[in-house]
């Protein structure tokens, strides 16, 4: 498989971006955006009407429930599955979350997703 950046790779472009003055929350909110916009423009190819979306515990994590987000608001009916660590009552565990990813999954409590 060819990879267009390494994970490294991509956190120097994240941290480069990071040092110019875009927040980590903006970088989140555009990765979802823009995969939104993909999906939008592939409609036809991948048709789904409820879309599920698998989230584990990190940033990547925070991009999904975003993305769920994003969704939502466009009346898609959209379900967000996390993969993350639970706590004993089998509630995601907020404390293997980063801060973004938290935040996000705040949000998409509060949206009823």
């Given at each position: 498989m060819d990879y267009l950046l390494t994970t490294e790779g991509m956190r120097r472009v994240e941290r480069a971006a990071m040092d110019k003055g875009i927040s980590d929350r903006v970088l989140m909110t555009n990765a979802a955006a823009s995969l939104y916009e993909?999906?939008?423009?592939?409609?036809?190819?991948?048709?789904?009407k409820h879309p599920a979306i698998v989230c584990g515990a990190g940033n990547n994590g925070g991009d999904g429930m975003v993305l769920s987000l994003l969704m939502k608001h466009r009346g898609i009916d959209v379900t967000v599955w996390y993969a993350g660590p639970l706590q004993s009552d089998g509630t995601p565990d907020p404390s293997h979350m980063t801060e973004l990813l938290s935040d996000a999954f705040e949000d998409v409590t509060a949206m009823g997703i």
């Open positions: 993909l999906l939008e423009q592939n409609a036809q190819t991948f048709p789904c």
